[in-house]
């Protein structure tokens, strides 16, 4: 089989746990089924990664669309109307979308993946014209597929309600972690990695998320204030500033000691696992998901977990993980003390069982599962 891949939504650095997602699969994708071509399809911007990734093997070649994604418009325009032609000179099987839109002329079948509703569920994410134009470009790829792949059940529960679509054309196939994040390293190798970005005699409470409003962090940092007087731990956020930032620096203006709080942004893989090997807790806070892939991150990295049972969010933490109720304004905190005061025993049960479960989500599993459905979607 020989896969068409639209990569023409990435944006290395911009695009959070979709890109992820499409690298990762990718490579697992090359590495154990070297019997399927895949012609990637990229922008000026993913171009060098993507090749960084995958030039390595024989099977996988490129197309370069020269332009900037950055301009969404360009990037949809090149999508409609260019990339049609470059998937027919490529003369591919089937042209995979992983990024939620895709032409709607393609001379061969597509597939699509859906990672969630967001811009449904929480619409002041996007302006007005921007929700319109999402929305369109989602059910025409949605309708214009073959087959659309969800990252979780809910995801898939999500499409269904919103697009209108028959379950039976969804296939849910979960996302994974990178592997790196298992891989426990040394005190010492963390504190070369990060002792320019925090400082490394003091414990540190972490979360990775943008600001958007759904992820709230500002929930976080008014819980972080509440305790902040009675643990020694910092907080370290990772992440973009977004819509939600305003209310993420309104938190900040009422913890007493701003100095304890860090943020972080763009940090290399091998500095991202660090920062999650050396946390005493990771909180993800976040109100809506279709995967939630940090949290599966920190559970592979041997790290207490807090979070929510919103969305999907369950799907992937299982019981491996503490669950606080966000309409409790001070659950959070209560939850972040309980693991902090919590036994090596107790502890160390809570992380046993989240790394079980973490087991059961790899990109090998993820790969072999997206070509069962675009073989489906080829009968």
């Known amino acids: 089989m020989k896969i068409g891949i639209n990569t023409l939504f990435l944006i290395p650095g911009e695009v959070g746990g979709t890109e992820t997602y499409l690298r990762q699969t990718l490579l697992a994708m090359a590495e154990h089924f070297p019997d399927v071509s895949l012609v990637l ?37 090149r999508e409609q109307f260019e ?3 470059k998937v027919r000179e490529a003369g591919v099987d089937i042209l995979w979308s992983l990024g939620y839109t895709a032409p709607f002329f393609s001379p061969c079948p597509q597939v699509v993946t859906i990672h969630d509703m967001q811009y449904k569920t929480y619409p002041q ?15 025409i790829a949605a309708r214009r597929s073959r087959r659309i792949i969800a990252v979780s059940h809910f995801a898939k529960d999500e499409i269904v309600k919103f697009i209108g679509i028959s379950p039976d054309k969804i296939d849910v196939v979960y996302e994974a ?14 504190k070369q990695l990060l002792s320019s970005l925090i400082p ?9 998320a943008n600001t ?4 709230n962090i500002h929930a976080l940092v008014s819980a972080f204030g509440d305790l902040a007087e009675k ?14 930032e305003g209310e993420v620096q309104k938190a900040i203006q009422t913890v007493k000691d701003k100095s304890r709080i860090f943020r972080l942004q763009k940090l290399s893989i091998e500095r991202l696992v660090a920062l999650y090997q050396g946390a005493d807790v990771f909180v993800f806070p976040s109100l809506y998901e279709g995967f939630g892939l940090p949290v599966l991150e920190a559970m592979m990295a041997s790290v207490p977990v807090i979070t929510t049972k919103k969305a999907s969010i369950p799907e992937v933490g299982g019981d491996g993980v503490k669950y606080f109720n966000p309409a409790d304004g001070g659950d959070l905190a209560t939850k972040i003390q309980e693991i902090l005061g919590m036994g090596q025993k107790d502890k160390s049960a809570l992380i046993s069982r989240a790394k079980e479960i973490a087991k ?15 073989n489906k979607a080829l009968e």
Do not use: C
């Open 41 to 77: 399809f990229t922008n000026r911007e993913n171009d060098k990664i993507l090749k960084d990734d995958l030039s390595k093997f024989k099977q996988v070649s490129f197309d370069l669309l020269d332009f900037g994604a950055s301009d969404r418009h360009v990037r949809i325009r």
């Open 83 to 85: 990339l049609p032609g």
């Open 125 to 139: 994410d996007l302006t007005p014209r921007s929700r319109f134009v999402t929305d369109l470009l989602v059910k």
């Open 177 to 190: 972690a990178n592997p790196a994040f298992a891989d426990i390293g040394s005190f010492d190798k963390r």
């Open 200 to 208: 490394m005699d003091k414990p540190y409470i972490l979360s990775v």
């Open 212 to 215: 958007h409003p759904h992820k």
């Open 231 to 244: 643990i020694p731990h910092n907080l370290v956020l990772v992440g973009s500033p977004r819509l939600g």
């Open 360 to 374: 059961g989500f790899y990109w090998k599993w993820t790969a072999q599962r997206s070509l069962d459905v675009l």
